[in-house]
């Protein structure tokens, strides 16, 4: 147990700097995903228009996905990661990408992005990811999170191998406890999200 508790203390901090360097983002564009205070849910009812997907260098990060990744999965993966991470440290960020790309490898889930991200979207609080049955728009609306969101999915993507939760399928924040959580093996805590892996 000790060793576990040491484990889940040293290796975000590892992974922070690990994955600072494969992404390579700009350190101002990482200050400002840490330092973004969370949003409750209904505060997500803006006026403001929702922000467009492109920016200067948006291009080049799309060329740069895998040949097998289109544009809407790899806006689905920023969706997931804007809403259910954006509060969080960067490294938070980049391990909810990977539990979505850990249940598209698994079969017990659907086997594309869009379809494991929005699963379930019609069955209003109680889908997969909260944000996509919550009744509110799906549209990003804070500019640097959505850009750090978006390099965080493509960055993951661009190295899908490198996953940093130890297949781990799901997550709760740490002021919560699901009934699930006590049947799956915990691998990891990134901020204030725990993640899990389900052994079979």
Excluded at 111 to 126: L, S, T
Excluded at 128 to 144: H, M, R, T, V, W
Excluded at 166 to 191: C, D, E, F, M, N
Aim: with cysteine.
């Amino acid at each position: 147990m000790k060793n576990y508790k040491l484990v889940m203390n040293i290796v975000p901090v590892v992974i922070f700097f690990v994955l600072l360097g494969v992404y390579l983002l700009p350190p101002n564009a990482v200050e400002a995903s840490i330092q973004e205070e969370p949003l409750l849910a209904t505060q997500r009812v803006v006026t403001q228009s929702p922000v467009n997907i492109y920016d200067a260098d948006m291009d080049m990060l799309l060329a740069q996905l895998p040949v097998d990744i289109s544009e809407k999965s790899f806006r689905c993966l920023a969706q997931a990661v804007y809403f259910e991470a954006r509060s969080e440290p960067f490294e938070g960020q980049v391990a909810v990408a990977y539990v979505i790309l850990n249940r598209v490898k698994d079969r017990r889930y659907p086997n594309n992005i869009c379809a494991v991200v929005f699963q379930n979207e019609q069955r209003r609080h109680h889908c997969q990811f909260s944000f996509a049955c919550d009744g509110l728009s799906d549209n990003p609306y804070e500019k640097i999170a959505w850009n750090v969101a978006r390099r965080v999915a493509g960055g993951t993507l661009r190295n899908a191998s490198s996953d940093v939760t130890a297949r781990s399928t799901h997550y709760h924040a740490t002021y919560v406890t699901p009934r699930w959580a006590k049947y799956l093996q915990p691998t990891i805590q990134v901020g204030s999200h725990i993640f899990y892996r389900e052994d079979l």
